[in-house]
Every structure is written in C-alpha cells, then in structure tokens.
C-alpha cells in the first residue's frame, strides 16, 4: 500500500462532473492553459508597453496574485469564470489602443521607466495590467482548482505539472516557429470554449464576442504593424533613404534599436565606429569577433577594414535575419563571415579561438531575462569576469574594445575601472559625445597593444566597482533597490492583501498553511537563483530558458511520483537533504563550473542547482497530501509565490547567491511553522516547493 493511500483522504461523495471532459484532461488542459496564457500575457504586453521591458516581473506578481486567488474562490461560488475572457478582451483593447513606444527623435533613456514616451504614463497603465492580469489568470486557476477535490491530493498535483509541462512546451514551440500574437489569441479562445462551453446561447456569446475581439485585435496588429516576432521582440522595420543613402530603421517593443547603413556612410556619420581600429596597434584583422552583431552594420565595418574572418554573434534570430535580406552591403552574404544565433558571453566560454580584435557592438537588449526580476540578456557580458574572458581569447597584440551611448558619466567610468582590473592596465576611453556620453573603450592585451590619444584619469571616487557575475547590475550606481521598484512592490502587497480578503474571506483560513505559504516565498527565490545560475553558465538565450523552466517542472513531477509511489524519508531528514543541498549550491562557485568542460559542466549544474528543487517538492509533496484542505493550501502556496517574487530585488542589494541563503531561512520559519503531529510522521506532513514553477 502506498503512502499515499495511506494519507490522502478520498474524493468528496458530493462531487458532480457536469463537465463534458472528465476530470483528469480538463485537469491539464485548464493547467497547461493557465501557464500559457501567463507566458503569453508577459509576452505580448511587454511588446507593447515600453514600462514592462524594465518591470517583467510586474505582470508575473500579478499572475502568480489571480492564480492564488483563483484556487481561494473554489467552493465560494459555482457560477463559470466568464469574467475572464472578458477582462482578457478589455485588457487586449487598452494596450492596443493606447500602447506605450519611445519616440526615435528622443534622446530618453531607459532607466527604471524614466523616459520620453508616447501612450499612458506608468502611474496609470501599469496599475491597469497588473489588476488585469490578476483576473484573467484568475479564471482558468479556478477551474484548475475545481478538479482538486474531484482527485486524490498528489494525483490532482501531478496531472496539473503534466498541464504545466504541456503548456511550456506549446508556447516555447510557437517561440521556435515565431508565431505572432494571433496564433496565441487563437489558442485561447480555443481553450476557453472547451473548458468554459455553455449550455445557454446567451452565455455562448458572452463567451465568443470576448474571445473575437481578442483574436481579432491581435489578427489586426499582425497585419498592420509589420513585425516579425521573435523568442525576445516583436521587432519592427522600416527600410528608406537617407540623403540618398539607403537604411534600414529596426525598433524593438516600441523602442528604437538598430539602423542598418552602408559601411562608408556609418563611418562618415559617427567617428565611434572607426576607433577600435584606430587604437589597436598591430593592425592585424586576421581573426575579429563581434558581439551584437545585429544586423550586420559592425560586421561591413570589420570587412571594410580588411577583417579577413568574423565570428558574428546575435542572440536575436529576427536581426539576423533582417540583416541577411535587407542590409545594404550584405555583410552575412560574404564567406568571410560566420554567424552565430547564441548569447555572446556563453559563445566566450565555449570557444577556443583567439582573435585579433573582439568588439562588443552596442549590446544593448533593452529587455530582461524571463523569470528574473533584474538580469537584461547582456548582463553577463559587461562583468568583471567577461571581460577577463574576452582577455584570454586575444592574440599577442589583441585588442578588446566596446562602445555605445552610456548616457552617464559614472557608467563609461565604472567600465573603464572594470577593464581596467580586467587587463591590469588603464585603457582608452574616448568619449565622442558629451550628449548621452557616447563612448569607446578600448583596452590592448598589453598596454603597449593599445594608442590612446590622451590618458584616462581613471575612476572617481564616487564610481561604483566593477560588476560581477553574481552582482551584474550594470546600470545600477548604488547596491540598493531603487525606491521606485520599493513603492510599487509595496503597493503590489497592499493590494494583493485587499484581493485575498475580497475574495476568499478572512485570512484565518490559511492560517493552517502558513508553513506552506512560506514554501512558495523559498521556492520562488530558489527558482531563480537556477534560471540565472543557468543563465550565467550556458547562456541567456530563450532556449536555455525554456530548458531551466521545463527542467524545475520536470523536478517536481519527478518528486511528487517519487512520494506517491514510494515511503520516502521523513520530513526532518527530508529538511535535512534540503538544507544541505542549499549549502553545496552555496559553496560551489560559478567560476569553478565555468572552467568545466561543456558536457561535465551541465551534468554538475543540473545537480547542483536541481537537488534542493527535489527536495523542497518531495517535503511539499508529502505536506500537501496531508492538507485538510487542497485549494486553499495550494492557493496559499502560489501568494507565497508571489511574494517571494518581490523578494527577488533583494539580489540588487545581496547578489544571487545571497537568495540561498534567503531561502534557507524561509524554508526554516517553514519547517518552524509545520504542525507538529504532521512533523513527527515520517509518512504525511512537510513542506516544500510552489504549486507551480515560475515561468516568465
């Protein structure tokens, strides 16, 4: 007899399947639905809502609020969720009517939302899609949670990480295959006729007219704006002259990115682009690699100055392709030149080649990692670590070089300081521009390998230190939580305490899962501590992404299936492997797994990070079957979640590694918190993971 028969009590008699799906694939359609449309929510308004490519996680907080709700509303009322896809479909209005884009004629700049934009100011559109966000995820976590008492605890967990995977996987192909927001909206209204079909014709329309407006409005973007969507942007272009001059102008979510122009034209139009070449001394270009390489502009530059091979490294499938077919010089089209659709400080780790001259190229993602509250997708490249990479892959004579529009003084400082202890000697900082601080740094193998027109005075005394791979917050001057980011997480938990009280009723309903409320705050800290640990160590490119996500759900399910077939540990040896595993991923470094060959690499990472994640959700696993009741445990689980999701910036003061040790201490309140008479039974009580991974 398994320990689950042995602990979990039975389906409730009074249980009635009016639905015309049984239980279990209306289970994971409702799940794998529920993480779709997240994933697709974050997606598709941060491509259209400027604010949201520095507040990523603003959308995913109000997801993770309406799920938890959504599992508290089970058993407080039997009408159908139709206020869903309506609010989906208010929701898809506003932010297409009144959508939030930069101006190319600006000169703002993207730091914590502070610029010239068009469309609604933060204060008021923000508020809007997070509440919105909230409601819509609120409907299919209803029905997600209204299959749990119609299942035995563990099994009702398992299909619904089955919906989870499922609805991963569906989106990351649709990412593979660039399908835009049409396909998306398609799925949807799909999902929300099989689980919510009424039976009354007046509740049928009240079902379609929504789901038309939705896909109606994202079929019309599609036609109309022209974009390509790719796995990060939905990137727009427009091709023209200049004073005869032909370019391609490429914006990404609203914001102005790249423009492709002949060689000889860029170079007559800004002088930032010749001075790498120009402060290199072996004039050697047998060997060049060029890091956001985009659409090929800084690629035609190294051929015009006689580059007789470049590695081309994008992370963005879309630029290159558009470089491929539009550029004027067709950089991608000469044999000299070989692309790499790839993360460029994880190309860095991976070669063994030397260059001549390595050239970050405006690298510049304007967005973030997905699933990490703080982390752009060239974090990594601007750290003290990287540039000491980008060292060790230069010829003797080599020379590294980077330039953009840094906009701050103290930004061209602190990278002057940063290679500075990187290659051991000052290097050449040129600033071509006063207005937006546009800069080229570049720095010799040796001091000789570099001719600097006159000696930088080094960094002030207020710059901040080089960035580390564990603090990569290049744009951030002080080692604090900007109080922008304070306020609006302090709202979100005001707000999201009123929600909880309105919904589900009073608080003392969760009191018995307070434990578990806590498990949800550790598991979101140590969920992204392995989405960025991964991300550092094979790259941040959306398919690492995916796999990292895919993988945590994988760990759970694995963990639940280990549960409920066999009698595993009790719960203070289970805390016990916890705890151990949050030590070992505490002492090994990043630097150690760097230096690892790439196959024995990832079969440690996936120990390291992957142990505690097990762990955390066989405790879960095992205090969940034990819960009196499953929605409201699991829901209080998921607002743990979401708060451990503002506890995410806590990285900007502590660094990634430090949210081990965050988590540590939550998941020891937790075990304080756990009942006692389930604590002493080595077959029912724990505590561990979230309900639900984290992806977005």
Partial sequence: MTAEAETTPPPSPDVRHTHWLSTRPRLIVASGFMLFLELALIRWTGSNIVH???????????????????????????????????????????????????????????????????????????????????????????????????????????????????????????????????????????????????RRVWARAALLVPSLIVVGVLATETLTAGALWSPYYKVTYVRGYWNDVPLMNIDVNGIPHQQATPAKSRLEWERQYALPYERATSGKLDNVLIVGAGSGTDVSIALSKGAKHVDAVEIDPKLLELGRSYHPDKPYDDPRVTPHVTDGRAFLERTSDKYDLILFALPDS??????????????????????????????????????????????????????????????????????????????????????????????????????????????????????????????????SLLAVRAVAGPYRRMRPYADLFLLGVAFLLLETKSVTGFALLFGTTWVVNAIVFGGVLVAVLA??????????????????????????????????????????????????????????????????????????????????????????????????????????????????????????????????????????
Avoid at 53 to 58: A, D, K, V
Avoid at 568 to 575: A, D, G, H, I, T
């Fill in 366 to 495: 304007l967005t973030l990692v997905s699933g990490a509250s703080s982390l752009r997708l060239e974090s990594y490249l601007f750290t003290q670590q990287a540039m000491e990479a980008a060292r060790d892959h230069l010829k003797p004579g080599g020379t590294f070089s980077m330039y953009n529009y840094y906009r701050e003084t103290w930004l061209v400082d602190r990278l002057g300081s940063t290679m500075q202890a990187a290659f051991g000697h000052k290097p050449c900082v040129d600033i071509v521009s006063e207005t937006g601080q546009q800069a080229v740094i570049t720095a010799g193998l040796t001091a000789e390998a570099q001719r600097c027109e006159s000696e930088w005075a080094g960094a002030k005394a207020d710059t901040p230190p080089p960035a580390s791979d564990d603090l990569p917050f290049l744009y951030l001057k002080d080692r604090t939580i900007p109080q922008i980011y304070i306020i609006t997480l302090g709202l979100i938990l005001v707000v």
């Fill in 52 to 198: 949201l490519s520095y507040f990523t996680n603003f959308v995913l907080l109000g997801s993770f609020l309406g799920i938890g709700l959504g599992f508290l509303r089970v058993g407080r009322s039997t009408r159908q969720p139709y206020y869903s896809p309506i609010v989906l479909a208010v929701l898809v209005l506003v932010v297409w009517l009144f959508p939030v884009t930069v101006d190319r004629q600006t000169e703002g700049v993207l730091y914590w939302t502070s610029l010239s934009a068009s469309g609604p100011p933060p204060w008021l559109i923000l508020p809007v899609i997070f509440a919105a966000a909230a409601i819509v995820l609120m409907g299919p976590a209803e029905l997600v949670g209204r299959c749990f008492p119609e299942l035995e605890r563990l099994e009702a967990y398992r299909y619904d990480l089955i919906g989870s995977l499922t609805g991963i996987g569906l989106f990351t192909a649709l990412s593979f295959l660039s399908a835009p927001p049409v396909v998306w909206g398609t799925i949807a209204a799909i999902a929300y006729a099989v689980l919510l079909w009424p």
């Fill in 559 to 696: 963990a639940v299936e280990v549960t409920r077939r066999f009698r595993v540990p009790s719960l203070p040896v289970m805390y016990g492997v916890l705890l151990a595993g949050l030590v070992l991923a505490w002492l090994v470094p990043n630097s150690w797994l760097l230096s690892l060959p790439l196959p024995l690499r990832a079969v440690t990472a996936v120990v390291v990070a992957f142990l505690p994640i097990f762990a955390a959700n066989v405790v879960f696993a095992k205090r969940f079957a034990d819960s009196a009741d499953a929605t409201v445990s699991f829901g209080a689980n998921l607002l743990g979640a979401m708060v451990g999701g503002c506890l995410e910036y806590l990285a900007l003061v502590i660094g990634y590694q430090g949210l081990l040790i965050v988590a540590g201490l939550v998941y020891l309140g937790a075990f304080a918190l756990l009942p006692r008479t389930s604590g002493a039974a080595g077959g029912a009580g724990g505590a561990g993971g979230a309900g639900v991974a984290k992806v977005g």
